[in-house]
């Protein structure tokens, strides 16, 4: 059961999902996306179009909630916005310490158009992507960047307060030192995930894109190897991150590539190929997901399918097919969703902020 107060455009819905494929159909504008984004909500704790948590709450009102009720585990999980405050977390009902702490109880993987800059745009988008996935199926990974982030912003605060008083090293050592094993974990799970991706996005395009081949690889923004590598490059950065007034080394500064044929996708692919390179990517994550928990996370297609050509949409349904567990599918017209997935999926009309049986 999903139930959403005041969430964007819903005043208030009840909606049992079927536990595998479900079709929401309705014209654009009328709330299709919204729901997806709640289910992403309380899945990552991060809204689908990166926006401000504030912009949850619908018009008017001044709090927003989502719970969505897991039958497996008979657990209720939740988000709930109080304009003007931040967003706290809940576990059947009980407030916990971190909205963080939602993690990994719905891991879901998400597919829409909105997707595109983590092919196109600049390295923060694939890092987001990398962080959100990984703090899902690892709580060492989501220690690690908690931890990281805390000595990094300390770390900064120290190069911006250099500029105004002498900050001596043994200042900045309790900081790097952590930044320094973190950062390394980070690294070596980020490239080992990429590593797992890689056989199945491979196998994706192939499928998808006539062929051409897909090529991922972690990136590191320096040649650091290791935690005594990493706090020795910190160490010596100093005096520039001073002049710079930021870090400079360091995970926060990574990226990895996305080649088509050898050449960045980021630079020289089409549309077209950036989005094939961006469904590859989500569904060998939806496999590696699936390896790690055993089981598939939410799968959540928010209007892909009507954006394809046929032989691309029919790859697309077939390896949803294959490796979705319980899925919710958008689109303007419930017969895009074709007859093999429509013939497994309860179908769902969405008007006005309303969702309602077909």
Known sequence: MVSLRRFRNFEELDLELSEGFNVLAGPNAQGKTNFLEALHWVSTTRLLRGMRDAEAIQDGADAA?????????????G?????GARKRATLNGVGLPRAADLLGRMPCVSLTTLDLPIVRNDPAERRMFLDVELSQLYPAYLRHLSLYKRALEQRNALVRASRERFVSPSEFEPWESPMAEHGAALRTMR???????????????????????LRLAYTPRDEATGASELADALGATRAADQARGGTSVGPHRDDFAIAIEDREARLFGSQGQQ????IALKMATLEVAREELGAPPLLLLDDMLSDLDETRRAMLV???????????????EASSAGPEILEKARVFNVRAGTIGPA
């Open 275 to 278: 989005r094939t390179a961006v």
């Open 318 to 332: 077939e390896r949803t097919l294959e490796c979705a567990g319980q899925a919710v599918l958008t689109c303007t």
């Open 191 to 213: 490239s080992a995930f990429l590593e797992r991706l890689v056989p199945h996005a491979e196998e994706v395009h192939a499928s998808m894109g006539g062929g051409e081949g």
């Open 65 to 77: 909630e989502v719970l969505v009720e897991l039958l497996s585990s008979n657990t209720q999980l």
């Open 79 to 83: 988000m709930r916005l109080v304009r």
